[in-house]
């Protein structure tokens, strides 16, 4: 059973500051994505990423996948109120379509 | 923006009662699943869905529970007879294509509540 854990589970910085938050497992993945849900909605997506080693950026969000493809992190720049909620990392394996999640970091962001 | 769309957005039923919760996944899309988030919990997989049968499922997608498309819009999954741990947000998603990095679309969920 492949695993994703996530830290911190939560999180509460200022405004203005910088965070990383982490997603790691023994486990290959063959892709990995970051989701942010709301309280009562789904989870929406914000980045795959398939290649080890790969960064993306996604305006003050900057995603890397482990060289391995066992691990990943979120980092966020200069965080803002609006970046508050439930960051999800979720794995997929060789060879399946289906999606596993770790728990979860809860960010809140203090104006 | 092309959405996914579940009713209800919440259910509350008696143990033992059959539950049917409905999805409409976005038009052009194939592929089709349902997940499971218990109130604190990790979002679980419960099944995957294409060409009208399934193609992947996990150990909670047990006898009790089932998959259709009864029309070429609606997907359901139905609980036969409820439990109180069946009570969590049900999600459910869809996308194109199955490659590794598929791009699911979450629906906004419906709660179950077993009482």
């Known amino acids: 059973t492949q695993l994703l854990e996530q830290s911190p589970q939560f999180l509460s910085i200022q405004e203005g500051e910088n965070l990383t938050v982490y997603c790691n497992s023994s486990?290959?993945?063959?892709?990995l994505q970051w989701y942010r849900q709301e309280p009562g909605e789904g989870p929406v997506l914000l980045v795959t990423?398939?290649?080890?080693?790969e960064v993306k950026k996604l305006k003050r969000l900057t995603f890397q996948f482990g060289d391995a493809r066992k691990d990943s992190s979120l980092h966020i720049t200069a965080a803002q109120p609006g970046d508050t909620g439930l960051y999800l990392c979720a794995g997929t394996g060789a060879g399946s379509y289906q999606l596993t999640f770790g728990k979860g970091t809860k960010l809140s962001v203090i104006p | 923006e092309p959405e996914v769309t579940q009713t209800p957005s919440h259910q509350v039923t008696q143990m033992g009662q059959e539950v049917i919760l409905r999805c409409v996944p976005i038009s052009n899309h194939l592929y089709f699943y349902w997940y499971r988030q218990i109130l604190g919990q990790k979002v679980e997989f419960l099944v995957s869905?294409?060409?009208?049968?399934?193609?992947?499922k996990s150990e909670i997608f047990d006898d009790q529970f089932s998959v259709e498309r009864p029309d070429g819009s609606n997907f359901t999954l139905k609980i036969r007879s409820t439990k109180l741990e069946d009570s969590a947000m049900y999600f459910c998603?869809?996308?194109?294509?199955?490659?590794?990095?598929?791009?699911?679309?979450f629906g906004a969920g419906s709660r179950l509540t077993v009482l």
């Open positions: 998603a869809s996308t194109r294509d199955a490659s590794g990095a598929n791009v699911l679309t």
């Open positions: 486990s290959v993945f063959s892709s």
């Open positions: 990423v398939v290649t080890g080693g």
């Open positions: 869905f294409y060409n009208n049968e399934i193609s992947e």
